[in-house]
């Protein structure tokens, strides 16, 4: 499910500063990277299951692997996790409105502090 209306999508700024506020609002990159794209993620473990907030970024330039980059953020996502099968992103699952409601404020808490450093 797309996190709507968040001002995320398509933010570009220095890979330092993003995971500097992705941490502060504990969404981990937890190497999840490669040499294009990036990863943040927050994990969600309620009595309904296990879920993941995950912001996908896209190299600009630099290199991210010295993490001397700039990155062009994507629409964050939200997705249950089956085992053993991964991270299921659907229409169709069944979120918690509370876990849509926590989602949509760390996103929100994102935009308003990473805006100030898009490029």
Known sequence: MYVENTGIKGLVADLKVMEEIMLKNNLGLDGQWDYERVTFDKKYVIREGTYYLRI????????????????????????????????????????????VKDCELTTKAVYDELKQYSL
């Not at 896209?58 to 629409?75: H, S, Y």
């Not at 964050?76 to 229409?91: A, R």
Request: proline share 7%.
């Open 56 to 99: 996908f970024g896209e190299l600009v330039e630099g290199d991210i692997d010295g993490r001397k980059a700039t990155v062009r953020l994507k629409q964050p996502v939200l997705g249950k996790y089956y085992y053993p099968f991964g991270v299921e992103y659907g229409e169709e699952e069944d979120f918690p409105a509370s876990l």
